[in-house]
């Protein structure tokens, strides 16, 4: 049986703490595939592609560790509440989830405590373990098309209440001036989307970024590695910007 939650260099010793809601495809048999069809089930809609492989080059980077959900933002979205519709989606843009039509409170509860309740804990206990410099870092993918409409920006920098990494990475754009940065973009915290922020770092006022990269630009190792070393370029001095100040204050 495959946990719902993994953590990946758990020993290590950096000062990111590194967070992949939407890692894995992956839909439990007990599911039964959610009534979805093979293509709906491989699609953006049910995870975050390139998503945990970054993950794992920053992971190297930065010996930070890594909390992953194996299990389909389908079947549970770690980024969502329980309480939120979009945490067991009936749709997905396009996509209509037949296997979450007229869920019950009782099914809702199941899954609630089968998988996002075990990743909570799992995040909790690596942050627990860790001193008040930690920074939290989320990584995601976003589709270059969404309803349609085609998307411009490449790589997303989102926060919520506390915008100091954020700040502090935005500060050093102009390292690449061929990328299409945004602040708040595709998404932003009126869109629900800064749930695991606000619940595990801005809780224990620690830094954080919530990472949305476009997923044309994560398609192979070749092009994730060079992501990596981008985002690289604005959050390790972002890292030591804040430290500073920090030490001033």
Same mark, same amino acid.
Request: glycine residues 6%; charged residues 25%; hydrophobic residues 40%.
């Given at each position: 049986m495959i946990a719902p939650v993994e953590i990946l260099n758990g020993m290590g010793q950096g000062r990111v703490v590194l967070?992949?809601?939407?890692?894995?495809?992956?839909?439990? +048999? $007990?599911y039964d595939g959610l009534g979805l069809t093979e293509a709906d089930s491989l699609s953006h809609a049910a995870w975050d592609p390139g998503a945990r492989s970054l993950s794992i080059e920053l992971s190297r980077a930065l010996d930070a560790p890594i909390v992953a959900s194996t299990v389909s933002r389908l079947v549970y979205d770690c980024n969502r509440p329980p309480e939120a519709q979009s945490a067991m989606p009936e749709r997905s843009e396009q996509i209509v989830v037949p296997g979450n039509a007229g869920l019950t409170q009782s099914q809702c509860d199941d899954r609630t405590t +089968? $998988?996002?309740k075990p990743f909570c804990a799992a995040v909790a206990n690596v942050l627990d373990e860790r001193g008040p410099e930690t920074v939290v870092v989320t990584v995601h993918s976003f589709t270059p098309v969404y309803f349609g409409q085609n998307r411009t920006v490449e790589l997303g920098l989102l926060h919520d209440e506390d915008s100091r990494l954020v700040d502090a990475m935005l500060d050093h754009v102009?390292?690449?001036?061929?990328?299409?940065?945004?602040?708040?973009?595709?998404?932003?915290?009126?869109?629900?989307?800064?749930h695991s922020l606000r619940l595990h770092a801005l809780s224990r006022?620690?830094?954080?970024?919530?990472?949305e990269v476009r997923n044309d630009l994560l398609r192979t190792d070749e092009q994730i590695a060079v992501m990596a070393d981008e985002i690289?370029?604005?959050?390790?001095?972002a890292l030591s910007d804040i430290a500073i100040r920090e030490d001033e204050s």
């Amino acid at each position: 049986m495959i946990a719902p939650v993994e953590i990946l260099n758990g020993m290590g010793q950096g000062r990111v703490v590194l967070l992949c809601e939407h890692a894995s495809h992956r839909i439990p +048999a $007990v599911y039964d595939g959610l009534g979805l069809t093979e293509a709906d089930s491989l699609s953006h809609a049910a995870w975050d592609p390139g998503a945990r492989s970054l993950s794992i080059e920053l992971s190297r980077a930065l010996d930070a560790p890594i909390v992953a959900s194996t299990v389909s933002r389908l079947v549970y979205d770690c980024n969502r509440p329980p309480e939120a519709q979009s945490a067991m989606p009936e749709r997905s843009e396009q996509i209509v989830v037949p296997g979450n039509a007229g869920l019950t409170q009782s099914q809702c509860d199941d899954r609630t405590t +089968a $998988v996002y309740k075990p990743f909570c804990a799992a995040v909790a206990n690596v942050l627990d373990e860790r001193g008040p410099e930690t920074v939290v870092v989320t990584v995601h993918s976003f589709t270059p098309v969404y309803f349609g409409q085609n998307r411009t920006v490449e790589l997303g920098l989102l926060h919520d209440e506390d915008s100091r990494l954020v700040d502090a990475m935005l500060d050093h754009v102009g390292r690449l001036p061929h990328r299409r940065i945004e602040r708040n973009e595709p998404y932003g915290p009126a869109d629900g989307v800064t749930h695991s922020l606000r619940l595990h770092a801005l809780s224990r006022g620690l830094p954080n970024v919530m990472l949305e990269v476009r997923n044309d630009l994560l398609r192979t190792d070749e092009q994730i590695a060079v992501m990596a070393d981008e985002i690289l370029a604005l959050l390790q001095p972002a890292l030591s910007d804040i430290a500073i100040r920090e030490d001033e204050s």
